[in-house]
Structures are given as structure tokens and as C-alpha cells.
């Protein structure tokens, strides 16, 4: 998606400039953390071309950069290249590589020429499954024989256990926008409140499936935070480091359970091309 593309509710959103301080509050932080030791889990030892397609404000490629990648970065919003740019400069022995404005649908690198790719947004927000099936095809195309894909989806059940935990159920417009999530997994919010926008929101089989539609097999599929997530002690429970662990460990012991994985908001399926 360009600027141009995106619909106006999610440009709204994201216009906000509250993502790039996401993963650094709350349950963020257990993404953060679980994403980062599901990378590193799978990312051979060297030194790597990566690819963050839909890399927003640039935390996990500036993270990605910082340990010696060759990290090019590509968002569908402005507001995040500049943002993602400006993370770079300030850690200058080490920047990406690039980072500028790009359709995870139709991007411009060559065929063959990274070693992984992380997609680790892209499929929130494109809500028909042909757009889904066209990022993960861009990102196998992009991909070296063997090179890996990291995507993310949303888990169908976010926003009802979110609504359990914040007190959002009260809100008869947002028990509306759970329904339709959990009956068809589109996302939608009509209302002016402060909910998340247009995003589709997957059931774990489905994100398995196009993955594997896309011509990868598919190596793990995974929980990202487990239960840890729903603490209402959270944030004081991080700053403690064995409770920290206590929380990253929950989150390893079941992120492969099936009847388990719909707990977590978010989902990785790690692919890899085949060579």
C-alpha cells in the first residue's frame, strides 16, 4: 500500500504517531521481546540482507541493523519512513540501509536478493485474502532459495479478550465490532472512539494456509505473547527481571499449543522459501 491506497481511517490512525512508542508500554513490551527471540530463534549466525516490509516507525529493523544486518525498511506511511529514518541517524555506527515509502504488495527490490523478510504488519490491514496472498507471494519472490519469512497476523480473538480486559465490553458499539470479528474476522470501527481501524483479523489455520498458498513451508507457527499479557500488573511486573522471565517463559510453553494459540492478540508463522 501507498499513502494513496490506504484507506483514510487507517491514514487517520496511524497520523496519531503513537506507534512508535507501542512496543515500549504495556503488553508491547511482551510483543516486543517475544518477537525478537522468535527472530533470533531462526535467523542463521552472519550477517544478513533483511527486508521490513511494513517496518513503521522502524523498531525492528533499526533493532535488526544494530546487531550488523544489511536492514532495508519499506511502510505505507510517510509519517513512519521519516520516523523510521530518524531512529536510524541516531545510531549512526550502525543505520539501515534504506528506508522509504513502498507497497508490500508490489515491491521494488530484485528477485532473489534478501535472506529474510520480516512482515510483521502488511497482513493486519489488507483485509481480501487476494491482497494477503499477493504480500506473502512479493516477499517469496524477494526471497533467496532458503531464506525465511516472518509474518504476523492479528489473532481473530484481540479485541474480545482486549474488551474483557479494558472494560471496553461495556461499549455497546464495541461488542458490535467483536461480533463482526469473530463471525467473518473483518475489523471494522464506525465509531469515533479510540479502537483499533480497518485490519482483518485471523483464526491461526487461516494464517498457516496462505502462508503455505504462497509457496512456503511453513516451520513454526506461534503464539507471540502467550498469557502474561493480560496481567493488569504488567508494566510492574517487567521492570522486575525474574518476573520478566516468568512472563517470556508462559508465553514459550504454550506458543505452539493450538488450543492455546487464538490467546495471544498476535501470530507469527515462520516460512521459508523453498529451495
Known amino acids: 500500500m501507498t499513502r494513496e491506497s490506504l484507506p483514510p481511517e487507517i ?6 504517531a503513537t506507534e512508535a512508542a507501542r512496543l515500549f508500554e504495556g503488553a508491547g513490551r511482551l510483543e516486543l521481546a517475544r518477537t525478537q527471540e522468535i527472530v533470533l530463534r531462526h535467523l542463521p549466525p552472519g550477517r544478513h540482507v533483511v527486508l521490513d516490509a511494513g517496518g513503521g ?13 544489511e536492514v532495508h525498511l ?29 507497497d508490500a504488495r508490489r515491491l521494488d527490490h530484485p528477485d532473489a536478493s534478501v535472506q529474510a523478510v520480516l512482515l ?26 532458503g531464506g525465511l519469512l516472518f509474518a504476523a497476523a492479528i489473532s481473530r480473538f484481540a479485541s474480545l479478550l482486549d474488551g ?16 463482526r470479528d469473530l463471525a467473518d474476522g473483518q475489523h471494522r470501527n464506525p465509531t469515533a472512539e479510540d479502537y483499533f481501524t480497518t485490519s482483518y483479523f485471523h483464526l491461526p489455520h487461516e494464517l498457516t494456509a496462505e502462508v503455505e498458498r504462497a509457496g ?8 507471540v505473547e502467550g498469557p502474561g499479557w493480560v496481567m493488569p500488573d504488567l508494566e510492574s511486573r517487567w521492570r522486575d527481571a525474574r518476573e520478566r522471565e516468568r512472563l517470556l517463559w508462559t508465553a514459550r510453553v504454550v506458543e ?16 521459508r522459501r523453498p529451495r
Do not use: K, N
Open 216 to 223: 512456503f513451508t511453513v516451520l513454526e507457527l506461534l503464539a
Open 120 to 145: 510483521l504488519g502488511p497482513l493486519y490491514h489488507l483485509t481480501e485474502e487476494r491482497e494477503r496472498l499477493a504480500a506473502l507471494a512479493e516477499a517469496r519472490r524477494v526471497l533467496e532459495p
Open 164 to 179: 474483557v480486559l479494558h472494560g471496553m465490553l461495556r461499549d455497546p458499539a464495541y461488542v458490535a465490532i467483536v461480533e
Open 11 to 16: 491514514v487517520t490512525y496511524y497520523a496519531r
Open 74 to 102: 519499506v511502510d505505507a506511511s510517510a509519517l513512519h519512513v521519516d520516523q523510521a529514518r530518524a531512529a536510524s541517524a541516531r545510531q549512526p555506527a550502525r543505520p539501515l540501509a534504506s528506508a522509504r515509502v513502498g
Open 57 to 69: 516507525p522502524g523498531t525492528y529493523a533499526c533493532w535488526l541493523a544494530g546487531l550488523g544486518h
Open 256 to 271: 505452539r499449543e493450538p488450543t492455546l494459540l487464538g490467546l495471544s492478540p498476535h501470530l507469527i508463522a515462520v516460512g
